[in-house]
T-cell receptor, first 115, second 114 residues
């Protein structure tokens, strides 16, 4: 396994700009999750994909956020018109849908700083 | 809704001391319970898990027992090392038709001194 990878690792942007993050899950994993982690807090769920279908979005995911997973492989998370409150670490995780072993493997995260 | 509460940190211990980090949860149904660890500069890693009541998860000398009667999943280690210094997160995945979405506690920072 090469593990879950995320790019970029760091992103600094000005308020009002759009940003896009990419997540490459472990190759055979069909489930993919996005979480957001702010300083001193645990990760919070944002959205989930089963293959290419986005099955749930948290109320934390405002209309400025959109996520895709074309072809059920990599995923992108876009934030439009960024705000300073969007500054956080964005984590991606993947897992394999198999009975009793739905362990999520996390990527290193993308740290977003909105100036 | 589902929630996880961890003991407030940070926790500072000397090497070879006994460690306990408390975790309690609120959930409907029968969740699976997890401890994740985040070492400095690294991503979250699964440390151990338990999927049903009275199960004990263990890994790298750490243990936690799923206690349904007290809705707890406390993390313990008999003798900590400097290399155990990290942030520890308790988490749950709701049971039933859940697809595995994790709900995390706020994390506990552990620092172990030589």
């Amino acid at each position: 396994d090469t593990g879950v990878s995320q790019n970029p690792r760091h992103k600094i942007t000005k308020r009002g700009q759009n940003v896009t993050f990419r997540c490459d899950p472990i190759s055979e994993h069909n489930r993919l999750y996005w979480y957001r982690q702010t300083l001193g807090q645990g990760p919070e769920f944002l959205t989930y994909f089963q293959n290419e279908a986005q099955l749930e979005k948290s109320r934390l995911l405002s209309d400025r956020f959109s996520a895709e997973r074309p072809k059920g492989s990599f995923s992108t998370l876009e934030i439009q018109r960024t705000e300073q409150g969007d500054s956080a670490m964005y984590l991606c995780a993947s897992s394999l849908d198999r009975a009793n072993t739905d362990t999520q493997y996390f990527g290193p995260g993308t740290r977003l700083t909105v100036l | 809704g589902d929630s996880v509460t961890q003991m407030e940190g940070p926790v500072t211990l000397s090497e070879e001391a006994f460690l306990t980090i408390n975790c309690t949860y609120t959930a409907t149904g029968y969740p699976s319970l997890f401890w994740y660890v985040q070492y400095p500069g690294e991503g979250l890693q699964l440390l151990l898990k338990a999927t049903k009541a009275d199960d004990k998860g263990s890994n790298k000398g750490f243990e936690a027992t799923y206690r349904k009667e007290t809705t707890s999943f406390h993390l313990e280690k008999g003798s900590v090392q400097v290399s155990d210094s990290a942030v520890y997160f308790c988490a749950l995945s709701a049971g039933g038709t859940s697809y595995g979405k994790l709900t995390f506690g706020q994390g506990t920072i552990l620092t172990v001194h030589p």
